[in-house]
């Protein structure tokens, strides 16, 4: 007799949070900045590090680990109908350059914890559990988000970026993936890709990185957030040409100033993003480059990207549209080349699914913890990951919803009760 999830009461479920805490600090130190902040690019000395002790977390938990060729990382614990598609779980550990230890990472230390405490609890799962360690969810090194969940969805645009993508420092993504240990060729990338029928339900735990769920505990207590839907990411890039010249003795008439283009697109950005009326519309110039980069030299060559995103597909569309009309006037009223305009990535919003929204809910009040559906403005492997199968997001409250910095927290409080919704929502799952 195999004992059902109401047999896991909540006390049942006891997670580890000081080993817990000890994990999120120890790979917080597999990073190329100083403490408090981390900074952790796909393929570095520093991810492969912190990959191995993932793996080796994995093994520990008497997981069956599995690697792919991009690195995506899998470990499975096998249910008594392992032949049934799995229930699936994870996140990311890479790091944006300055940024924090909490995002990401929890959703696969997080994950761990949830099959360790169901495994404390003697549950038995009948579909098996799998825990996911995703390649590359921020774009930091080839311009290309959520690397390895769009392969695993099969996006062939994502293997044919690759084909072409290098890193600030001119090397390939292949010579990158090659010194990591991933010895790939463009003809392995399909091969990442699954079936719709590897997972009957995939679950991302992260941290909210927006201020909801901690302004409203103030007041009423709320300590779990269930998503509802995946706003909808795009970015850009954009490069200027002009001819450059000496700061001194090149006069103003005769300038044409790719410096001056970027300013002024960086600018337009923001006004059509405003112009939406809508306060879900949002965009940022995170990259503005100025070649040669010398106080005494007119910019010959100016290189942005841009970050921008709505819930509203069609919206964030149309802000697409007019920053592609104002990049092309810009250059023709001050006579500089646009010599790229390229759409990176134009991804449609994601919805979770009813009956896994449910069971987290469920899990939540069963946890006796309160709970508040909400939207996810960042995006996430989960985008991705409801391609191929139904999809669900747990978020915990972070502190003043800081993230992508440094000062980015949360508490071992509010994390903990994110890996029980999380446990509880597997177990729940995988008898289904
Ligand atoms: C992910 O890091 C995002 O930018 O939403
Ligand atoms: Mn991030
Ligand atoms: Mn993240
Ligand atoms: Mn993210």
């Known amino acids: 007799p195999h004992p059902s999830v109401l047999s896991l009461s909540p006390s049942s479920l006891s997670v580890d949070a000081v080993g817990l805490q000890r994990q999120i600090d120890e790979l917080a130190a597999f990073s190329d900045t100083p403490a408090p902040s981390v900074t952790r690019i796909l393929y570095s000395e520093k991810d492969v590090l912190a990959r191995s002790y993932i793996k080796s977390l994995m093994k520990e938990a008497a997981l069956s680990v599995r690697e792919d060729a991009v690195g995506n990382i899998f470990g499975r614990w096998n249910g008594y109908e392992a032949g049934l598609p799995a229930v699936a779980t994870g996140s990311h ?60 969805a099969g996006s062939e645009a994502a293997a044919a970026a690759l084909k072409q993508a290098v890193d600030g420092q001119n090397i390939s993504f292949f010579d990158a993936a090659k010194s990591a240990g991933y010895k790939i060729c463009q003809e392995d990338l ?8 590897s997972y009957s339900a995939f679950l991302e735990l992260h941290i909210e990185q927006g201020p909801i769920l901690e302004e409203e505990g103030r007041s009423f207590y709320v300590s779990i957030g269930i998503v509802t839907a995946i706003a909808a990411p795009a970015s850009i890039k954009v490069g200027f040409e002009g001819n450059g010249g000496h700061a001194g003795a090149v006069l ?19 006004k059509h993003v ?111 990951m409801a391609r191929i199968s139904p999809m669900g997001m747990i978020f915990i409250p972070c502190y003043k919803g800081y993230s992508h910095k440094p000062e980015e927290y949360a508490s071992m409080e509010d994390i903990a009760n994110g890996v029980k919704v999380l446990a509880l929502t597997l177990a729940k799952l995988s008898l289904d």
């Open 93 to 152: 550990i890479d790091a944006i350059p300055f940024s924090g230890k909490y995002d990401g990472v929890v959703g696969v230390l997080g994950a761990l914890e949830a099959i360790n405490t169901l495994k404390r609890s003697n549950f038995q799962p009948r579909r098996s559990l799998e825990v996911i360690m995703f390649t590359s969810e921020e774009p930091t090194r080839f311009g290309i988000s959520c690397l390895g969940s769009r392969l695993l």
């Open 190 to 197: 399909p091969n990442v890709s699954l079936t719709k029928e």
């Open 252 to 270: 103003m008439p005769a300038r044409n100033d790719a410096g001056l283009a970027a300013a002024e697109l960086a600018l337009a950005v923001e």
């Open 274 to 384: 405003l112009a939406s009326g809508s306060i879900d519309t949002v965009g940022t110039v995170g990259i503005l480059e100025l070649h040669p980069g010398a106080i005494n030299s007119i910019p010959s060559r100016s290189h942005l990207e841009i970050d921008t995103r709505d819930i509203d597909e069609k919206r964030r569309n149309t802000v697409i549209e007019k920053i592609q009309h104002s990049a092309s006037k810009i250059a023709k009223d001050r006579g500089v080349k646009l010599s790229q305009f390229t759409v990176v990535n134009q991804d449609p919003p994601a919805l979770c699914d009813e009956s896994i929204i449910n069971a987290m809910e469920a899990a939540s009040r069963h946890l006796n913890l309160s709970h508040k559906l909400m939207i996810s403005r960042a995006y996430h492997d989960s985008l991705f």
